[in-house]
Nanobody, 117 residues
Framework: QVQLVESGGGLVQPGGSLRLSCEVS????????MGWYRQAPGNQRDFVAR???????TYADSVKGRFTISRDNSKNTVWIHMNSLRPEDTAVYYC???????????WGQGTQVTVSS
């Protein structure tokens, strides 16, 4: 059974930082292209960042220069380090594994990030 477990969310003031973690089990992690998505109330789930199995990264324009995604294949873990947080970054953040070979998608349960003074 594939499991993705996010952690690290919370309440932070504008301009602050948070690091989210996602630990993956039940799948060969190195075969996953790992992504972070977010969903604010009343909105669709939006792409935030992705890191391929070889480390290639892509980011949404709204987070470029502020967020950094990384992974450690030996720990089956992906992180997203979020700096200069803004109120509009408030959302539930979801971790995603995309198996390119089978085109399967797996999702975590999400972790809440709230940016507010």
């Amino acid at each position: 059974q594939v499991q993705l477990v996010e952690s690290g969310g919370g309440l932070v003031q504008p301009g602050g930082s948070l690091r989210l973690s996602c630990e993956v089990s039940g799948v060969i992690f190195s075969l996953c292209s790992m992504g972070w998505y977010r969903q604010a109330p009343g909105n669709q789930r939006d792409f935030v960042a992705r890191v391929g199995s070889a480390g290639t990264t892509t980011y949404a324009d709204s987070v470029k220069g502020r967020f950094t995604i990384s992974r450690d294949n030996s720990k089956n873990t992906v992180w997203i380090h979020m700096n200069s947080l803004r109120p509009e970054d408030t959302a539930v953040y979801y971790c995603n594994c995309w198996r390119r070979d089978t085109n399967d998608y797996y999702w975590g349960q999400g972790t809440q990030v709230t940016v507010s003074s």
